[in-house]
């Protein structure tokens, strides 16, 4: 259980940085004068 408690948090994190990470570079295609920060 201690396993999955901090696998799972890890595994998702990394899932949602990897979808943040897309999600930004779609928005530079789409805005790249308003993006850029």
């Known amino acids: 259980m201690c396993k ?3 696998g799972a ?3 998702q ?3 949602l940085k990897n979808v943040y990470k897309k ?3 779609t928005k530079r295609v789409f ?3 308003s ?3």
């Open 4 to 6: 999955n408690c901090i």
């Open 23 to 25: 999600i930004r570079e």
């Open 13 to 15: 994190g990394a899932l």
């Open 31 to 33: 805005w790249p004068s």
């Open 35 to 37: 993006m850029q920060t």
């Open 9 to 11: 948090p890890t595994k």
